[in-house]
């Protein structure tokens, strides 16, 4: 996958991946040995791999392994913490995530997450655990993050939840890639560095 | 609201504007680059035909993937992959000016021991790294973060990052540290205290008598473990003890220049009258030797203490998340982690692989034989570090012992090369993360610990009580 333009990200739909348990690290999510590639291409393949994976190396009863197709990421507490690596949401996005749902993230992840246009919504723990047991019950059923209205969509009916105001703006307005506009500022970089004792003046 | 801490006014002070999105843009004052996390980004601004804003102001370093024997070190590497990231670092760097301490210089290692070490970290900066443990600059009074791919990118193009302002807690430590107590104890401690995720969405401040009085390699060593309670950056407000430390240092300000670069240290430092959002105390006094019991750096007990009883947890979450650790680790009810039978021993990392870590585990082993049953494995932090060590005699302790005393790298913290933990194994390890299958194999277990209950751990080959060892004072 290319790295997408700046576009709009008001809403993602689809169907629900429901992975339960606080602390989700990201050497869970993707292994440091799938980090020896210069690309992110192939990260999609390694996303969970040994938590998907009973001893004798086949698949076990995983979410990724179970909810394939699935697009809206349905987490619970301080989910992706450790280590900062991007390989992580890249091997989320790859595998076909499209948004996160939680009851919070990790910062770093989250930051990462906006990197990607990947929305990480916040509810509390009442509301994730029911729309993970909706999902488990009903697989199929379509799920609606809405970025703008900061709710989701499901069985009829509409959830208050909540993203972080900076990703929500960015999303919505489609200016979640921040090298241009930092870039465009690059007189007042200069001026605030200058300013500084320890950079040499240039 | 935080007011007038050091965090405030590092931050104001590296403010260059705000965004259409409401986040700061701010300058990163000090950027530094590794081989795992960069190449994508260097590919990005390739792309966009952009250049590295402030090459004068990034370094870079191997470290994750690197061999740490010294045959291993020759090129090419005998692992395709590790060798095409080394390159791909040394072509990036060299077409770019951006000074590398490559695998072959005498100052390569650990992004985070070397910049310390070589006087690149100072007081009143902004540190970023495309590393979560870049929260171990703080130790000098600095803003350290990690930072995702896509960050590195926005650092190599605009020297900056786009951020929020966090909220501030100061974590005040009083008492002192009794014999066999170290630095890593401290951070277990607040850790298990305020809990993995407790510091999203904060800073941590450090301070207190215990933080006052531990060496700059101590603050290193808290600030380090910052992330693994959720927080992205931690400080100490810098002192006599940073200047020090600073002074004389290859990059650190000249004498001509010192005395301007100390006002401009004393004026960021937390005022008297700093508000900060929260303050929790932790008392030093008494803490024994910490280690972790399960599959996060929250799991934590006083070695001499049974680990946690999961039949008294209310929350079912935390009891599911217990048990599995229980199940990882092997543990029954009532257990103590002394006894706790260990096959490897590690020492070394971002956050415990500095020359004060060494003498302290050498003092443990001086005379000692390491366990039969037990590798041994003392990885440098840096290059310099070793050859500080090596110059001391202390590798030769190290070797009689029966540790392998190896060059500088990550190593076994998350075995990118082939120091890797086996299936079924027990590491004891000075290293940060106890995650399932960190240091190598998925069934492979760690306990994190200080470097002295590393060293006493292969000597035994079991986890044991440090205190009243007379190597370490009683």
Known sequence: MAARDTVEIRRVTGTGVPLRGNDVDTDQIMPARFMKEVTFDNMGEYVFYDARRDDDGGLNDHPFNEYKGGSILVVNKNFGCGSSREHAPQGLMRWGIRGVIGESFAEIFEDNCKSLGMPAMTADQETVEELQSFVEDDPDAGLELDVESEVVVYDGTEVDVAIDGAMQEALVEGTWDTTAVMRSNIDRVRDTANSLPYVEDR | ?474
């Not at chain 2, 301007?260 to 937390?270: K, L, P, T």
């Not at chain 2, 870590?357 to 041994?376: I, K, S, T």
């Not at chain 2, 002295?452 to 009683?474: C, K, L, Q, W």
């Open chain 2, 1 to 474: 609201m935080s007011r007038n801490t050091l965090y405030d006014n590092v931050w104001e002070k590296h403010k260059v504007a705000e965004l259409p999105n409401g986040q700061d843009q701010l300058f990163i004052g000090l950027h530094l680059v590794h081989e795992v996390t960069s190449p994508q980004a260097f590919g990005m601004i390739r792309e966009r035909d952009l250049e590295v804003a402030f090459p004068d102001r990034t370094f870079a370093t191997t470290d994750h993937i690197v061999p740490t024997t010294p045959e291993g070190r020759e090129r090419p590497l005998v692992d395709d992959q590790a060798e095409n990231m080394l390159q791909a670092l040394e072509r990036n760097t060299s077409e770019s000016g951006i000074t590398f301490f490559g695998l072959d210089g005498e100052k390569q290692g650990i992004t985070h021991v070397v910049a310390p070490e070589l006087g690149l970290s100072q007081p009143g900066m902004t540190v970023a790294c495309g590393d979560s443990h870049t929260s171990t600059h703080g130790a000098f009074g600095s803003i350290g973060v990690g930072i995702g791919t896509t960050q590195i990118r926005d650092v190599l193009a605009t020297g900056c990052i786009a951020a929020e302002k966090q909220k501030v807690r100061r974590i005040e430590v009083t008492g002192s540290l009794g014999d066999g107590v170290y630095a890593k104890d401290v951070i277990l401690k607040i850790i298990t205290d305020l809990g993995v995720g407790g510091g999203v969405g904060h800073v941590y401040e450090y301070g207190g008598e215990a933080i006052r009085t531990l060496g700059m390699e101590g603050r290193l060593a808290v600030c380090n473990m910052s992330i693994e309670g959720g927080a992205r950056a931690g400080y100490v407000n810098p002192d006599e003890t940073t200047y020090e430390y600073l002074k004389g240092r290859e990059y650190a300000p000249s004498d001509d220049e010192w005395d301007e670069y100390v006002e401009y240290w004393e004026s960021i430092r937390s005022s008297e009258d700093a508000e900060y959002d929260d303050i929790v105390e932790v008392d030093a006094d008494g803490l024994a030797p910490m280690v972790t019991w399960g599959i996060n750096p929250g799991q934590v007990v006083s070695v001499d203490e049974p680990i946690p009883d999961l039949d008294a947890m209310e929350d079912d979450t935390a009891r599911k998340a217990a048990r599995k650790a229980f199940e990882h680790m092997g543990h029954s009810p009532g257990d103590t982690m002394e006894g706790y039978d260990v096959d490897v021993a590690f020492l070394g990392t971002c956050t415990n692989g500095r020359l004060s870590d060494f003498r302290e585990a050498a003092r443990v082993l001086e005379g000692r034989e390491v366990d039969d049953d037990v590798w041994a494995l003392a990885v440098p932090g840096s290059e310099t570090v070793r050859t500080q060590c090596e110059a001391e005699g202390l590798d030769e302790v190290f070797r009689e012992a029966g540790f392998e005393w190896r060059r500088a790298g990550c190593s076994m913290c998350l075995a990118m090369n082939n120091d890797s933990l086996g299936a079924g194994e027990v590491c004891a390890s000075s290293s940060n993360r106890n995650f399932i299958g960190r240091q190598g194999d998925k069934d492979g277990r760690t306990v994190l610990m200080s470097p002295a209950m590393v060293a006493a751990a292969a000597v035994e080959g079991e986890v044991v009580d440090v205190r009243g060892r007379p190597e370490v004072g009683n």
